[in-house]
């Protein structure tokens, strides 16, 4: 079985301060980790992963990530938001590989980020 | 290189009617997902599929819904007697193989259902 919380359903920052999107997951197996962002209307574009290389993932638009372990945690950064930054991020466990439930992925409910002036 | 491509983008049905939501893989790929995503709701699982054989379709509704992924063709979700329920953002997704690190899972672009 697994899980994702993101402790955030909407976060608010300045342009150009940083951002922390924060995820917890519950997994049954070494997960893979993923977070994507979806702009309004739009679909799902993915910002980084995390496979059980690195514990320090970067991703695209500045954009990175930390797997914890111990803390069972996968908290989305960057130093300095963008106004283009504004849409909504979702933290995502996927299956444990080989199974049937492989290409099943678990959403969290997504955080709104909003990026004032 | 053309990612995932579904159509059409925006499907407006009566209650009743059928709809039908097409989903064309990532070249190479032979993996494909859908997922639902309800009106303040995240992303949910539906179906997996690989060429004509459903893996797990543990996320479908019991009723009026069916997916398939032909040997030829695109994947195709069909809703048979739409109610105002079924109204949602409904996506697809494709990825190379299942097994392993650093298989990522690609997304379209979504297919939006109204039902009236």
């Known amino acids: 079985a697994q899980s994702v919380t993101q402790l955030d359903s909407h976060v608010s920052v300045s342009e150009g301060t940083p951002v922390l999107l924060r995820c917890n997951y519950s997994s049954s197996y070494s997960p893979s980790l993923f977070w994507y962002v979806q702009h309004p209307n739009k679909g799902l574009q993915l910002l980084l992963k995390?496979?059980?290389?690195?514990?320090l993932v970067k991703g695209i638009n500045g954009f990175e990530a930390e797997f914890k372990k111990s803390e069972t945690s996968f908290h989305l950064t960057k130093p300095s938001a963008h106004m283009s930054d504004a849409a909504e991020y979702f933290c995502?466990?996927?299956?444990?590989?080989?199974?049937?439930?492989?290409?099943?992925?678990?959403f969290g409910q997504g955080t709104i980020l909003t990026v004032h002036p | 290189n053309a990612g995932v491509m579904q159509n059409p983008r925006h499907l407006v049905r009566r209650r009743g009617q059928e709809a039908r939501l097409r989903c064309s893989p990532m070249?190479?790929?032979?993996?494909v997902y859908w997922y639902r995503q309800l009106p303040e709701e995240g992303l949910k699982f539906m179906v997996y599929?690989?060429?004509?054989?459903?893996?797990?379709e543990s996320g479908m509704p019991k009723e009026r819904f069916s997916a398939e992924f032909p040997k030829e063709g695109p994947s195709i979700l069909r809703i048979q007697q739409v109610v105002r329920g079924d109204s949602a953002a409904y996506f697809c997704?494709?990825?190379?193989?299942?097994?392993?690190?650093?298989?990522?899972?690609?997304f379209g672009e979504g297919s939006w259902l109204t039902v009236v």
């Open positions: 997704a494709s990825s190379s193989r299942t097994g392993g690190d650093g298989n990522t899972i690609y």
């Open positions: 995390y496979t059980s290389a690195a514990t």
């Open positions: 599929l690989q060429k004509e054989n459903i893996i797990d």
């Open positions: 995502v466990v996927r299956g444990g590989a080989g199974g049937t439930s492989y290409g099943k992925l678990t």
């Open positions: 070249k190479g790929h032979s993996h």
